[in-house]
């Protein structure tokens, strides 16, 4: 990397673990632009920490081009991009319609395709930078009752990995972020602007009830900015999120049943159809006979 002051994007960068990355970076000295949909909130951030806002949907590829491109032309040099803006949809999947698999599909998926997209060759040209992807725990792990956004987050998980085995060559290097629950606004935005399904509420006792306490944004950002200077290849937190991940990798099978039985995230007073209890085990019901 040349000398002189480093450029980073941060997209999501008006709220949460983006704001709070944003924030560790210019205090490390960094020239940051904050992209975020939410004009307002982008503006008084960016002011905040003394970055530069702009407003966009990561769902829009020109969009997401054109920014990285200006951020480069403008500054000669593109160093980091975190691609982190990110819904939460969550529910039954039966309750879910196309319009929430098409829209956590587009921002947690596409989104950060495109800043891939527009990133990357800018690197591989220079010969140097970092893309940093913001997944989940639950890239990493299965998880009911949010199998769109688990399905967008296993996905950047997979395409990060097989860029970053692919980018090495070029001096460029590429990093997925797996959080845990963590205590930012997200978890009271499940489903904003989609269909209710029933479990917009309630996360941040779900959260405690699977990780004790939610992680601090603060300290989210800081592991998340060690690894990246470490070029950590999965960088996961907090430790209860590491342990699922573990023993994930270890026992499979086993970790799928646990979460299968998993009654934390059901929304309480919710229907607690398809079991029934008998004693203190859970048995499913019996599938409807086969039509003669
Ligand atoms: N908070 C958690 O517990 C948690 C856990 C694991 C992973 N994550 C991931 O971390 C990332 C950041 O989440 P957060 O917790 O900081 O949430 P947040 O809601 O606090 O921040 C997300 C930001 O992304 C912006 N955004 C949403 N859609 C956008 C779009 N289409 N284009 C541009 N910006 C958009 C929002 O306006 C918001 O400012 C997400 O990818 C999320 O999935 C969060």
């Known amino acids: 990397m040349p000398g002189g002051v480093p450029t980073a994007v941060v997209t999501g960068g008006a709220s949460g673990i983006g704001a709070a990355i944003a924030a560790g970076l210019v205090r490390r000295g960094c020239a940051v632009t904050l992209a975020d949909i939410d004009a307002e909130a982008v503006r008084r951030t960016a002011a905040e920490l003394g970055a530069d806002a702009a407003v966009l ?8 081009r054109a920014l990285i491109h200006r951020v480069r032309d403008r500054d000669g040099r593109l160093d980091y991009v975190f691609n982190n803006a990110g819904i939460f949809v969550a529910g039954r999947t039966e309750t879910l319609s196309a319009e929430h698999w098409d829209r956590v599909l587009a921002v947690n998926l596409h989104g950060v395709v495109h800043g891939v997209h527009a990133a990357y060759p800018v690197m591989v040209e220079q010969g140097y930078g970092q893309i940093v992807n913001v997944a989940s725990v639950v890239g990493l792990a299965p998880v009911p009752f949010m199998l769109p956004y688990s399905t967008t987050k296993h996905a950047v998980v997979g395409l990060s990995l ?37 479990m917009e509420d309630g996360w941040r006792r779900i959260a405690r009830r699977f990780q004790l306490r939610l992680y601090p944004v ?14 950590k290849a999965v960088i996961v937190a907090p430790r209860r999120a590491r342990l699922l991940w573990h023993l994930y990798r270890l026992a499979p099978a086993a970790t799928v049943r646990v979460t299968a ?20 085990k859970a048995v499913p019901p019996r599938p409807p006979a086969p039509p003669r």
Request: with cysteine; aromatic share 2%; net charge negative.
């Open 57 to 64: 949907d990561v769902a829009d590829a020109d969009a997401v």
């Open 162 to 198: 097989a860029l970053r085995a692919e980018a090495a060559r070029h001096g460029v290097r590429v990093n997925v972020v797996c959080p845990g629950f963590t205590d930012t606004p997200l978890l009271e935005r499940v489903n904003a602007g989609l269909a209710r399904t029933g």
């Open 218 to 231: 603060d300290r989210l950002a800081d592991d998340i900015l060690a690894g990246v200077a470490r070029d």
């Open 261 to 280: 039985r998993s009654r934390g995230l059901l929304p309480s007073g919710g229907p607690r159809e398809h079991v029934t209890r008998t004693g203190d």
